[in-house]
């Protein structure tokens, strides 16, 4: 569906267009691509996109999921419910009971046992038994509990760093390299993070695109509907002052005049906010189902419009990587409400991601639907203890379930879900479902995993990527070979 333009509209497309046409003129836009002056929406094929989604605060993902009555180890369910009881309201008298009001009994498409998934992640559970979504067990991104570490860790893509320094390169980042130097990882949430970060030491956001919301990208224009308004003035006076310092004012300057920076970043930020509205002006407009979408983040509901438009305009973002986040998850108490919440908003039926996919699948395309070039890899800081704390919550963990989600996946459960080590006693006679402090055992680094997500977007970029992933821990008797097409 085409968007209905206003006059107002027309004459400010006319704007938005002399102004690139002006920059591409004077080689001010950098690596805008020239099919980006093209003002009818071109279509182009969505390039294999990872998009990682980080889940701020650790987020408790035994909550999410749980092993089902039948499992067929009933000594293990039941030191696991007694472990866990206090999360779940006091007026259940057995754990049936409970799994049956609170979970979806799940089929591993693999071939393992039944377990539930949370009733507030229905499209998750939709998405594995159709087998479009893999849980690795016992995976970890950080051998610490601290989220500062472990959320540097998540972001860099190597869990066994142990020195807070964020001056390094992320995952995005270097993914983006290897894929050339018109590739971006394209940040959709309020901020920039460590991932998105590339290995060139000062000049690491050389191959990155803030999209934190992609109908405002272009630079803000004098508007006659509110003149006196300090958005207004400010517009007038910033087109007026570089209005009269063109290009001409530049090449009658040295190269190292110490304002030329400023110009030159005007005429690249003019030029690429301009071809993303001029662009999304004429593709589809934002559906109904998006614009009206109601979440308890209203963050993560920008984010996913924000992801139905880059799947729209990957040519002029120079999409390599997709990069969202969701808070929220340091559940120390009160986790049923908050993690039942963050779940709905994640993974529930009307939930952003259902909602977003749903709408990419209405796009054009050449050859290859949008939606089937999309893998959603969830990370976060780290997991949660298995045992309950004594306020309704769970404390800072270390192994977790890493989660993907895409039409390319090979769905179905990777490793030991509900580990028997957790229900059994240790060298000190310790069993951990009833051990304050106990945590998932990380067995698989995250690394590992990503390091096939990588090499999925482009074969044999994966190990440089991921340089420590050969020698990373892995679950025994776990294959992620074919968790990804080559």
């Known amino acids: 569906m085409k968007i209905n333009h206003t006059h107002s509209e027309v004459s400010r497309r006319s704007f938005l267009r002399q102004s690139l046409y002006a920059a591409l003129a004077t080689g001010m836009a950098g690596s805008i691509p020239l099919r980006a002056a093209a003002m009818d929406c071109?279509?182009?094929?969505?390039?294999?996109?990872?998009?990682?989604?980080?889940?701020h605060g650790g987020a408790d993902l035994r909550f999410l999921f749980m092993p089902a009555p039948n499992h067929p180890d009933a000594a293990y369910v039941q030191l696991n419910w007694a472990a866990r009881r206090s999360l779940y309201a006091a007026d259940y008298l057995s754990y049936q009971q409970m799994f049956d009001d609170q979970y979806l009994l799940t089929r591993d498409p693999l071939g393992g046992p039944s377990f539930g998934v949370h009733r507030?992640?229905?499209?998750?559970?939709?998405?594995?038994?159709?087998?479009?979504?893999?849980?690795?067990s016992n995976a970890f991104c950080s051998r610490n509990r601290r989220h500062d570490q472990s959320i540097l860790n998540a972001d860099a893509g190597n869990p066994e760093l142990d020195i807070l320094n964020f001056d390094r390169s992320g995952w995005g980042g270097r993914l983006v390299e290897q894929l050339g130097a018109n590739a971006n990882s394209v940040e959709l949430g309020g901020s920039l993070s460590t991932f998105n970060k590339g290995s060139i030491l000062g000049a690491r956001l050389g191959q990155v695109v803030h999209a934190k919301d992609m109908?405002?990208?272009?630079?803000?224009?004098?508007?006659?509907?509110?003149?006196?308004?300090?958005?207004?003035?400010?517009?007038?006076?910033?087109?007026?002052?570089?209005?009269?310092?063109?290009?001409?004012?530049?090449?009658?300057?040295?190269?190292?005049?110490?304002?030329?920076?400023?110009?030159?970043?005007?005429?690249?930020?003019?030029?690429?906010?301009?071809?993303?509205?001029?662009?999304?002006?004429d593709c589809q407009a934002l559906p109904e189902s998006l614009l009206s979408l109601n979440l308890n983040s209203a963050g993560f509901a920008q984010q996913c419009r924000n992801l139905f438009d880059a799947c729209q305009i990957p040519d002029v973002l120079g999409l390599g990587v997709l990069s969202m986040s969701y808070g929220g998850w340091d559940t120390h108490d009160n986790q049923a409400n908050e993690a039942s919440s963050n779940l709905s908003d994640l993974f529930g039926n009307s939930g952003g991601l259902a909602t977003t996919l749903q709408a990419i699948e209405s796009l054009p395309y050449v050859a290859t639907p949008a939606k089937n070039q999309l893998v959603f890899y969830f990370s976060s800081d780290f997991g949660r203890q298995i045992v309950a704390n004594g306020t309704g919550g769970t404390d800072h963990g270390r192994g977790t379930y890493s989660l993907l989600i895409g039409e390319q996946i090979r769905g179905g459960v990777y490793g030991a879900m509900f580990s028997q080590r957790e229900s059994n006693p240790d060298t000190e006679g310790r069993v951990p479902l009833q051990t304050a402090g106990a945590d998932i055992e990380g067995l698989t680094s995250t690394d590992r995993i990503l390091q096939r997500a990588a090499d999925w977007v482009k074969p044999g970029i994966g190990e440089s990527v991921f340089p420590t992933a050969f020698n990373a821990s892995q679950e025994f008797n776990v294959d992620l070979g074919g968790l990804l097409p080559s």
């Open 42 to 55: 071109l279509v182009s094929d969505l390039p294999r996109t990872l998009v990682n989604l980080m889940m």
């Open 120 to 136: 507030s992640a229905g499209w998750l559970q939709t998405e594995i038994e159709a087998g479009r979504a893999a849980i690795v």
């Open 215 to 281: 109908r405002k990208m272009a630079l803000a224009l004098p508007d006659s509907g509110n003149p006196a308004s300090d958005r207004n003035v400010l517009a007038r006076a910033l087109q007026s002052y570089y209005a009269g310092r063109g290009p001409e004012v530049l090449e009658s300057q040295p190269a190292n005049w110490p304002y030329q920076i400023f110009f030159q970043h005007y005429n690249a930020i003019s030029a690429f906010g301009s071809a993303v509205e001029g662009r999304l002006q």
